[in-house]
C-alpha cells in the first residue's frame, strides 16, 4: 500500500504541475496587454512594435497597446517592465543592447536588465551600416579606411547613442586598426543625419531602418553594412569583412522580454503568438521595407545569444574604456 500512495502522490503532483503550467498559459492574457518601447515614439523601434501590437491583438483577441517611456538609454522603460507584474501583462520590446550593453557601460542603473528581465524572443535582427554623404569620393569602407590614415584626428563619425552597440564597435574597430577618429554620440538618427549632410561629420554608423530613406533618396550612400553577411534585399552594399582584416562589425536585434519570474508557460504562450504573427506577409514586407530580416528564436535561444552577446560587450567596455558615467 505505501508504495501504491507513493505513486498516486507523485502521479497526483506531476498532473498538477502540468496543469497548472497549461493553466497559466490559457489565462493569457488575462487582461490588457501594454509593449512598452522605451524610446520617444517615431522611429523604427517604435513603428515595428506598433505592427506587433496590431498583429497580437487581432491574434489573441485582447487589447494591445505601445506605451513610449523613454529616458536613461532606454533604462526608465525597461525598468517599467521589470517592476509590473510577473504575468506577462507587460513586455519591453527595445534593442538587445538593453539587456546586454547598459549593464556594462553604466555605472548607477536603477536595475540590472539582464537580471531582471527575461527574453521571450528576437523579432528581428538589427543590421547597422556605414553612411557618408552622397557626393564622397569613397565607394567602400577600405576607401574610407584610407581617408582616416591620411588625415588622423580630422575625422569625426557619429552614432545615434553615447555607450551603444554603434559606439562600442565603432571605438573597437578604430583600436584594431590604429585608426584616429573622433566619435560623435547624438540622441538619436535624426540629427546625426542632418549634420552628416550639413558636412559637420564625415560619417555615420547607423541602423539601416533609421536611415535608409536618405540612402534611397540619394542624399546618402552605404559604404557597408557592418555585418559578414550580406543583406538580400541590399545587394549594392557589400558587407563588412572579419575584424581580423579591418571589418567593423556592429550587430544588434530587436528584443521582447518580460519581467523575470514570469511563468515559464506564460512565456512560452507569449513567443508562440509573436513567431506566428510575425510569419504574416505584411510583417515580413515591413521588415524588408526597413532593412531588417525576421528572427524570432526560441526563449532558451534567445537567452543564450543574449549571454555571449553580453560577454563580447563587456570585453569591449573593458578595452575601450567608454562609460556613460
Known amino acids: 500500500m505505501p508504495y501504491f ?5 507523485v502521479a497526483l ?10 493553466a497559466f498559459a490559457q489565462a493569457w492574457p488575462s487582461k490588457t496587454v501594454r509593449i512598452v518601447v522605451p524610446f520617444a515614439a517615431g522611429g523604427s523601434t517604435d513603428a515595428i512594435a506598433r505592427l506587433l501590437a496590431k498583429k497580437m491583438e487581432a491574434s489573441i483577441k485582447q487589447a494591445v497597446v505601445v506605451e513610449n517611456i523613454s529616458g536613461g538609454g532606454s533604462i526608465i522603460g525597461a525598468a517599467s517592465v521589470a517592476n509590473a507584474p510577473a504575468d506577462g501583462a507587460s513586455l519591453l520590446f527595445t534593442g538587445s543592447g538593453t539587456i546586454t550593453v547598459m549593464k556594462h557601460t553604466s555605472a548607477n542603473l536603477v536595475i540590472d536588465p539582464e ?4 527574453p521571450v524572443t528576437f523579432v528581428n535582427t538589427l543590421p547597422h551600416w556605414i553612411v557618408v ?9 577600405r576607401d574610407f579606411m584610407a581617408f582616416i ?4 584626428g580630422k575625422v569625426s563619425i557619429s552614432v545615434n547613442a553615447i555607450g551603444g552597440a554603434a559606439h562600442l564597435g565603432l571605438a573597437k574597430w578604430a583600436a584594431l586598426n590604429d ?6 554620440p547624438y540622441r538619436g538618427s535624426p540629427p546625426a543625419m542632418v549634420d552628416l549632410l550639413g558636412g559637420v561629420t564625415s560619417a555615420h554608423v547607423d541602423v539601416i531602418g533609421s536611415s535608409i530613406s536618405f540612402v534611397t533618396a540619394g542624399k546618402a550612400k552605404a559604404l557597408a553594412v557592418l555585418q559578414q553577411e550580406p543583406i538580400a534585399d541590399l545587394p549594392d552594399v557589400a558587407a563588412s569583412a572579419a575584424e581580423s582584416d579591418g571589418g567593423l562589425l556592429v550587430y544588434g536585434r530587436h528584443v521582447l522580454a518580460v519581467r523575470s519570474g514570469t511563468p515559464a508557460a506564460v512565456v512560452d504562450r507569449i513567443y508562440d503568438v509573436t513567431r506566428d504573427v510575425t510569419a ?5 514586407a515591413f521588415l524588408k521595407k526597413l532593412g531588417f530580416e525576421r528572427s524570432v528564436p526560441t526563449p532558451a535561444k534567445s537567452r543564450e545569444v543574449l549571454e555571449q552577446e553580453s560577454k563580447k560587450i563587456a570585453e569591449i567596455v573593458r578595452t575601450t574604456k567608454i562609460k556613460l558615467n
Open 280 to 284: 504574416d506577409p505584411e510583417f515580413g
Open 5 to 9: 500512495q507513493k505513486a498516486w502522490r
Open 179 to 184: 585608426l584616429d577618429i573622433i566619435i560623435v
Open 13 to 22: 503532483c506531476t498532473w498538477i504541475l502540468l496543469f497548472g503550467a497549461s
Open 149 to 152: 590614415k591620411k588625415n588622423p
Open 115 to 118: 537580471a531582471v528581465l527575461t
Open 133 to 141: 554623404r552622397a557626393d564622397r569620393p569613397e565607394k567602400t569602407l
